[in-house]
């Protein structure tokens, strides 16, 4: 069954201080990339950085958040760009199971 784990600047700096995300068969994201979103003044602390999909303990993919606002007549609006997207080979053409 597929999972999703999400990523704040907390759980992401996390993830790259203990080594962790480099036990997979590809990286979900760089070093330098890590360190880089964790410092985007514009990401808030609860806003997500990194989604994480894996079939049961396996990385099947993953979804980079970069996290932007902009001012509209004086009102804050926050988004995030879609910055990366990747799907493994194992994985790619399958048929989805039900994501929880």
Request: a neutral charge.
């Amino acid at each position: 069954m597929i999972h999703l784990r999400t990523l704040n600047k907390k759980q992401l700096e996390e993830l790259v201080s203990s080594g962790d995300f480099k036990k997979h068969d590809f990286l979900p994201i760089s070093e330098h990339r890590a360190k880089s979103q964790i410092k985007n003044p514009k990401a808030d602390h609860h806003q997500t950085l990194l989604i994480l999909a894996y079939d049961d303990e396996q990385l099947a993919g993953y979804l980079g958040c970069l996290p932007d606002d902009f001012d509209l007549n004086g009102e804050r609006f926050s988004y995030a760009w879609l910055s990366t997207l990747y799907v493994s080979h194992k994985f790619r053409g399958k048929e989805s199971p039900r994501v929880f």
